[in-house]
């Protein structure tokens, strides 16, 4: 469940849940259970934070909108994806072809999904109020 400030785009979910939820979770860590300090006596939270999410939820969603977008890539999209079905399930069609597209950097966003999922809760944690302001 995300943060009630979430900046998150919930198109992320209908794309990869286990995505989203991830990110959900380091930005809700990010705003209330940050070790960063603003000074000596404030930690980081939604302020300092949410331009960071704001940015990153916009790039990914850039991605989706320039990589997913209109009829033509939706046609392609979904032409890859029944021939991977019908190669890796059915085990027909062309495993070769599978191997040299490269085709699944483009369901992982060029590895970003999977290091997402990889990554501790407090990745992001690491407010720096000089980068962001």
Same mark, same amino acid.
């Given at each position: /469940?995300?943060?009630?400030?979430?900046?998150?785009?919930?198109? #992320?979910?209908?794309?990869?849940?286990?995505?989203?939820?991830?990110?959900?979770? /380091?930005?809700?860590?990010?705003?209330? $259970?940050?070790?960063?300090? *603003?000074?000596?006596?404030?930690?980081?939270?939604?302020?300092?934070?949410?331009?960071?999410?704001?940015?990153?939820? %916009?790039? &990914? /969603?850039?991605?989706?909108?320039?990589? #997913?977008?209109?009829?033509? /890539?939706?046609?392609?999209?979904?032409? &890859?994806? *029944?021939?991977?079905?019908?190669? &890796? *399930?059915?085990?027909?069609?062309?495993?070769?072809?599978?191997?040299?597209?490269?085709?699944?950097?483009?369901?992982? #966003?060029?590895?970003? *999904?999977?290091?997402?999922?990889?990554?501790?809760?407090?990745?992001? %944690?690491?407010? $720096?109020?000089? &980068?962001?302001?």
């Amino acid at each position: /469940m995300a943060h009630p400030q979430s900046v998150l785009n919930t198109d #992320i979910a209908n794309y990869n849940q286990a995505f989203y939820d991830k990110l959900a979770a /380091m930005e809700e860590f990010t705003y209330d $259970e940050s070790t960063r300090f *603003v000074d000596e006596s404030t930690t980081a939270g939604f302020e300092e934070y949410s331009p960071f999410w704001t940015s990153f939820n %916009d790039a &990914i /969603m850039g991605y989706f909108n320039n990589s #997913i977008s209109g009829t033509d /890539m939706a046609d392609f999209l979904l032409g &890859i994806f *029944v021939h991977a079905h019908a190669t &890796i *399930v059915r085990q027909r069609g062309s495993q070769q072809l599978l191997e040299d597209g490269n085709f699944f950097s483009l369901f992982d #966003i060029d590895g970003l *999904v999977s290091d997402t999922l990889s990554r501790p809760i407090d990745y992001y %944690d690491d407010y $720096e109020p000089e &980068i962001l302001m």
